[in-house]
């Protein structure tokens, strides 16, 4: 009981001390004066808490929107699964595969090899074809594009319909008029707390979700966003908060419809919207985030006070936000390039892409090569192919003569 009554008070004075008023408001300015009187509502901390149950309210509409209308909606649209072969159970290689790795080296492979009674090029061909087992269907991308799709889409035309009368969304310097007394509309609250309810839903589904190779900067950027928005509403900076979350969601809503059109076969509508997407994305992070978020957080906000530690806390996150714009750009800087060289958009750069049992093969063969000249394997005579190859050989040459 000792030990309880002594770890309340010590999670009493963090709490206490976490939330002083310099830390988070502007100089001269206490928490007192942000409190509900004569009609007057002003943001809160506490009122956050709300976001949670609602993630996992969103967690539930998710599933069962991809269930009942992603998945017919894939299916609608052509999206078909590849088919992959099963690879043998092999306790051994499996062992390797969840413990030490995806991708062993060749002397593990050999090693495995040997262990398992089995040829170094049938132990790459289990390894290929167990990874290729554990990556996602096409289906589960689409469905979880449509999702996000759905969301962002939403919240952009809501956030649009909240701001749109509102003077700060033509002007960002009116974020900084009378603040902190600037009183919660209960239309921005919902909006705000929706927004911050879907992100928390994205970090507990990150685990689950297709892992792509942005994988590390999407949990950074995810994590900054919950923070930065609980930062804001806490310290009543939902106007400039607004805006970055208009900003962001004017773009996303394209790239995950580039993302399903580009699972289906309407290959030049996905070319079409990946160029909307990329000038979109370019003008509103590259572009308005720096010239007019950026520049009003660091200089128009002082106004006559002076810099203070949530000053420097909010700047920072904004400009983590903007490092990870420049390093996204970058990727779709490299797909822009491929599209013009190529004249279509190639698969998502982030995505891991399927595996050739042929391709694979053949790309070992060739690397084998210049080793067997080394050795001195290329003086002897080559080595007769397989019963499986001569098959195959055989049927292309059937088929050849059937055409001829």
């Known amino acids: 009981m000792d030990v309880l009554t002594a770890a309340s008070r010590m999670l009493s004075s963090f709490n206490e001390w976490l939330w002083q008023h310099r830390f988070w408001l502007p100089p001269n300015v206490t928490w007192a004066e942000l409190e509900d009187r004569d009609g007057r509502v002003y943001p809160h901390p506490q009122d956050m808490l709300a976001a949670l149950p609602l993630a996992l309210v969103l967690l539930a509409m998710r599933l069962a929107f991809e269930r009942f209308i992603g998945l017919p909606l894939s299916q609608w649209l052509g999206v078909r699964d ?81 701001l749109y009368h509102e003077s700060w969304l033509w002007a960002p310097v009116m974020c900084w008029e009378n603040y902190p007394n600037q009183t919660l ?62 900003l962001h969601d004017s773009a996303d809503y394209l790239l995950e419809a580039c993302k399903m059109v580009n699972y289906t076969q309407y290959q030049h509508v996905c070319d079409a919207l990946f160029l909307i997407f990329s000038l979109v994305f370019f003008y509103t992070r590259l572009v308005l985030f720096p010239t007019q978020i950026l520049y009003t957080t660091y200089y128009e906000s002082l106004g006559n006070r002076g810099p203070f530690f949530g000053y420097y806390f909010c700047n920072g996150l904004l400009m983590l936000l903007q490092l990870l714009h420049v390093f996204w750009s970058c990727l779709i800087l490299r797909m822009l390039c491929s599209f013009i060289k190529k004249g279509q958009m190639e698969k998502d750069i982030r995505s891991d892409v399927e595996e050739s049992d042929s391709s694979e093969e053949e790309a070992a063969a060739g690397a084998q090569e210049p080793l067997q000249l080394k050795n001195g394997a290329a003086r002897g005579p080559r080595p007769a192919p397989t019963d499986g190859l001569r098959s195959r050989v055989a049927g292309r040459l059937t088929r050849h003569t059937t055409a001829t």
Not at 114 to 125: E, K
Not at 128 to 156: G, H, I, M, N, V
Request: hydrophobic share 40%.
């Open 82 to 162: 590849q088919t992959r072969r099963q690879v043998k159970p092999n306790a051994t290689l499996e062992k390797h595969f969840l413990t030490e790795g995806h991708r062993p080296k060749e002397p593990q492979l050999s090693l495995l090899a040997a262990r398992c009674g089995l040829t170094l090029r049938q132990t790459q061909r289990w390894f290929r074809r167990r990874r290729k087992q554990d990556r996602p269907q096409l289906t589960k991308k689409f469905c979880e594009a449509s999702w996000r799709f759905l969301f962002y889409l939403s919240s952009f035309v809501g956030g649009l319909s909240v």
């Open 185 to 246: 509309k209960p239309s921005l609250y919902w909006w705000y707390l929706l927004e911050l309810a879907f992100y928390l839903s994205l970090l507990i589904r990150l685990p689950f979700d297709v892992k792509r190779k942005d994988f590390k900067e999407q949990v950074i950027h995810h994590f900054v966003v919950v923070i930065l928005m609980t930062f804001s509403y806490s310290a009543n900076l939902l106007r400039i908060g607004s805006l970055v979350l208009l």
